[in-house]
T-cell receptor
Framework: NAGVMQNPRHLVRRRGQEARLRCSPMKGHSHVYWYRQLPEEGLKFMVYLQKENIIDESGMPKERFSAEFPKEGPSILRIQQVVRGDSAAYFC????????????FGQGTRLTVV | GESVGLHLPTLSVQEGDNSIINCAYSNSASDYFIWYKQESGKGPQFIIDIRSNMDKRQGQRVTVLLNKTVKHLSLQIAATQPGDSAVYFCAENQGKDMRFGAGTRLTVKP
């Protein structure tokens, strides 16, 4: 059973381009969480999704950021018109259910905006 | 509570000593808590969890203590080893999603 898979591991984008980050949850997991981490800082919650539903997006910036978790395929975190301040590590976690079970993390995507 | 742009506090211990890492959580309704370990360049790894109906849980070399009265969680690592050097986060499940504390960087001196 493969763990949470994120790709790409590293992504370089020029200012103004779009960044697409992918997360394939563990087999049997239908809950996906996205977090952002700046160097030497903690994990900041962005969005929580179930299949085809956004459950909580209270941590998402209001503009340029969107997330989806389609019925088939990975969850996608999309950042439009990237700016230097978007440079960070973006982690995805998945869980079987929410509330009382651990979430497993991927290795993250490190986005660098140049 | 949730980390919002805070730089990591640090804890430095001698190899072989015990380490205690503390965490304050925000929501008295949270009923499930997890400690994660994050090594440089990697994603967080599950260490140990505890539910709110318990006040102590032990694993291999690790113990988590939960004090619901003061909303405090601690992770104790016995006989700390160089491989324990990492950032440690507590996470609370608030019923619909998981929120992380600010984290503590543990450095083990040989």
């Amino acid at each position: 059973n493969a763990g949470v898979m994120q790709n790409p591991r590293h992504l370089v984008r020029r200012r103004g381009q779009e960044a697409r980050l992918r997360c394939s949850p563990m087999k049997g997991h239908s809950h996906v969480y996205w977090y952002r981490q700046l160097p030497e800082e903690g994990l900041k919650f962005m969005v929580y999704l179930q299949k085809e539903n956004i459950i909580d997006e209270s941590g998402m910036p209001k503009e340029r950021f969107s997330a989806e978790f389609p019925k088939e395929g990975p969850s996608i975190l999309r950042i439009q018109q990237v700016v230097r301040g978007d440079s960070a590590a973006y982690f995805c976690a998945s869980s079987r259910v929410t509330g009382d079970t651990e979430a497993f993390f991927g290795q993250g995507t490190r986005l660098t905006v140049v | 509570g949730e980390s919002v742009g805070l730089h990591l506090p640090t804890l430095s211990v001698q190899e072989g000593d015990n380490s205690i890492i503390n965490c304050a959580y925000s929501n008295s309704a949270s009923d499930y808590f997890i400690w994660y370990k994050q090594e440089s360049g990697k994603g967080p790894q599950f260490i140990i969890d505890i539910r709110s109906n318990m006040d102590k849980r032990q694993g291999q070399r690790v113990t988590v203590l939960l004090n619901k009265t003061v909303k405090h969680l601690s992770l104790q690592i016995a006989a700390t080893q160089p491989g324990d050097s990492a950032v440690y986060f507590c996470a609370e499940n608030q019923g619909k999603d998981m929120r992380f504390g600010a984290g503590t960087r543990l450095t083990v001196k040989p």
